[in-house]
């Protein structure tokens, strides 16, 4: 299911949510919607924009995923090792 369904109280449910978004992304406006509905909800969410970046970036490890790496490592670290 795409997250853009998911409910008010599914959103409440959630982790804290780490959204990476694309500069030049077809789908920025869906993310950035959803992105005002978690904070809504009271998601805690860090959201960062890579300019430079077009939609699977990271995953074609095309320009900016590097920046995005360097987010990305750390907050999953510190998710892991709070589970611990």
């Known amino acids: 299911m795409s997250p853009c369904f998911?409910?008010?109280?599914?959103?409440?449910?959630?982790?804290?949510?780490?959204?990476?978004?694309?500069?030049?992304d077809v789908l920025g406006e869906e993310a950035e919607r959803l992105a005002a509905r978690?904070?809504?909800?009271?998601?805690t969410l860090t959201v960062k924009r890579v300019l430079e970046?077009?939609?699977?970036?990271v995953v074609r490890r095309a320009e900016g995923y590097q920046e995005a790496e360097q987010l990305i490592f750390p907050f999953l670290s510190k998710?892991?090792?709070n589970r611990l």
């Not at 970046?53 to 970036?57: P, Q, T």
């Open 6 to 24: 998911a409910s008010e109280e599914q959103l409440q449910a959630l982790p804290p949510v780490l959204m990476i978004m694309a500069g030049h």
């Open 38 to 43: 978690m904070i809504r909800s009271g998601t």
């Open 53 to 57: 970046a077009s939609h699977g970036f």
């Open 79 to 81: 998710i892991f090792q």
